[in-house]
């Protein structure tokens, strides 16, 4: 499993002016204070290559509550069947996890089950440049395509109201 993190320059924007982002490729919908850029790669893999959609928004203005939002998505192919092995998606959670905190040499803060829907899912959180950024983690698989939100914040703004507003304003289309 392959972790992106992108970190590059965008226009600031208002904690204030949420609004509610939909993405028919992708089938979802979330609450956001800006508007999403999209960036699409392409990951070989044991299984095929993958190609990821991401979507996210970053602020340069270190008073922000988060300083990062994300939502990446990819579609497995078809001849892996996550519905019928608990196995195989606990270990793309798995591995997801370990790439991401081996990705920006974090360490791993907690990590546990959630579900939405009837989709099972992970969170985490991931401390790294010396304990002082916080990223936040939710991925979910539904069918399969695999779906990831993140947040990025400065550990002393980590438990905000913005960052929970944006993880559980996620829904499925």
């Excluded at 226009?11 to 992708?26: H, I, M, R």
């Excluded at 204070?33 to 979507?55: A, Q, W």
């Excluded at 992970?122 to 990223?135: A, F, L, N, S, T």
């Amino acid at each position: 499993m392959h972790f992106i993190l992108f970190l590059i320059s965008t226009l600031p924007f208002s904690q204030d002016a949420w609004t509610e982002q939909t993405n028919q490729a992708g089938r979802f919908r979330i609450l956001l204070p800006g508007n999403f850029t999209e960036k699409i790669d392409s990951v070989k893999t044991e299984v095929g290559p993958l190609v990821y959609h991401t979507f996210f928004l970053q602020n340069n203005d270190q008073g922000a509550e988060n300083l990062f939002y994300m939502v990446s998505y990819c579609d497995y192919p078809a001849s892996v069947v996550f519905a019928d092995s608990v196995g195989l998606a606990e270990e793309i959670f798995t591995a997801t996890i370990e790439s991401a905190t081996e990705a920006v040499k974090g360490a791993l803060v907690y990590s546990s089950d959630i579900q939405m829907d009837k989709y099972p899912g992970k969170q985490w959180r991931i401390d790294y440049m010396e304990g002082k950024v916080v990223i936040k983690n939710r991925a979910y698989l539904v069918g399969n395509r695999f779906y990831s939100l993140q947040t990025i914040a400065y550990k002393e703004k980590s438990l905000n109201a913005d960052g929970t507003k944006f993880f559980d304003s996620f829904r499925l289309l």
